[in-house]
């Protein structure tokens, strides 16, 4: 199916613990997201990538880094995990900013 | 900060009652989104709104922006248990990016 794939699915680190998440798309769109999902807060924006070749942060950045490796893939990396980044992680995609976006499953990441 | 709040934050009723969702902000936003997400996925787009005081329709669910394009509300006439999941409201902040609401969790009984 054409659309936005993230990997892993689940994954379980311990604190201080390295990793990269991983977004692809087919859709052949401009602009990609990555997001957190806590709750009782709704999705907050970590970073973004308005077209290939530009990142720039979003509302919680701090702890993460990403990068847009070309125009299919936006990948997000913890470089020191941290307890409070226990999180949902969701990757959108749109054709260009502030156009309708389409999420990922998400990646669901627990960090002991 | 700009912030986007939804009311309310639990609902639980039986098929074929109504309800309506509410999305506000002190904010204006160039436009604003309804998503609707299901348990282990991401959200999915219902609708934009862009033009103040605009209303659309999607079957039994009616969607209207405000006339100061500052809130929203999603009303669903007869609900039905595939109705159930968490309607999120996202409005557009800047050039790039969205702000999204704090989720309304609609659970519809058989």
């Known amino acids: 199916n054409a659309g936005v794939t993230q990997t892993p699915k689940f994954q379980v680190l311990k604190t201080g613990q390295s990793m990269t998440l991983q977004c692809a798309q087919d859709?052949?769109?401009?602009?990609m997201y990555w997001y957190r999902q806590d709750p009782g807060m709704g999705l907050r924006l970590i970073y973004y990538s308005a077209s290939e070749g530009t990142t720039d942060k979003g509302e919680v950045p701090n702890g993460y880094n990403v990068s847009r490796l070309n125009k299919r893939e936006f990948s997000l990396r913890l470089e020191s995990a941290a307890p409070s980044q226990t999180s949902v992680y969701f990757c959108?995609?749109?054709?260009?900013?502030?156009?309708?976006?389409?999420f990922g499953d998400g990646t669901r990441l627990s960090i002991l | 900060t700009q912030l986007l709040e939804q009311s309310p934050q639990f609902l639980s009723i039986q098929e074929g009652e109504n309800l309506t969702v509410y999305c506000n902000s002190s904010?204006?936003?160039?436009?604003l989104q309804w998503y609707r997400q299901e348990p282990g996925e991401g959200p999915v787009l219902l609708v934009t709104v862009v033009t103040g005081g605009e209303v659309k329709k999607l079957k039994r669910l009616t969607f209207q922006f405000g006339d100061a394009r500052k809130d929203s509300s999603l009303h669903i006439t007869a609900a039905q248990p595939g109705d159930t999941g968490l309607y999120l409201c996202a409005g557009a902040s800047g050039t790039y990016k969205y702000i999204f609401g704090t989720g309304t969790r609609l659970k519809v009984l058989a």
């Open positions: 904010s204006v936003f160039s436009s």
């Open positions: 959108a995609t749109a054709p260009y900013s502030n156009q309708p976006q389409h």
């Open positions: 859709m052949n769109h401009n602009s």
